[in-house]
């Protein structure tokens, strides 16, 4: 980095200018100041939903076409999702983490879906 007192280059991290003595002052690293997709949260949050729906149809506790539904929609919702979320982590990737939440939303709407076909498929 370039002392903007004096113009001499400086190793980097260095603190001080090693000519004239000033105070450098780093760009501020992008490291710490990450967010985490809400996209993939909310792709991760649709997924657990949607397994818990396609468990309770096991169960038979409400109505199973209602529940195939709603499991089907949550399911869906969680694939879009995720894979929204890692287009914008990869377009926005000095800013945005949480693609590991995206990738299992994914993955839990898989589960999901081989849930309904083997638990519904053959009646
Ligand atoms: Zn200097």
Redesign the pocket.
């Known amino acids: 980095m370039k002392?903007?007192?004096?113009?001499?280059e400086?190793p980097d991290g260095a603190i001080l200018?090693?000519?004239?003595?000033?105070v450098l002052v780093w760009p501020r690293q992008d490291g710490p100041h990450f967010r985490t997709s809400k996209l993939a949260i909310a792709s991760t949050v649709a997924g657990a939903v949607s397994i818990l729906f396609a468990v309770a149809e096991k169960e038979g506790t409400i109505s199973m076409c209602l529940l195939i539904l709603t499991a089907g929609v949550a399911g869906i919702s969680a694939a879009i999702l995720g894979v929204a979320a890692l287009a914008c982590i990869e377009l926005n990737h000095t800013e945005l983490k949480g693609s590991i939440y995206a990738l299992i939303g994914i993955l839990l709407s898989a589960i999901t879906f081989i849930l309904i076909n083997a638990l519904y498929a053959r009646t």
């Open positions: 002392c903007p007192e004096c113009g001499r400086n200018c090693a000519e004239c003595g000033r």
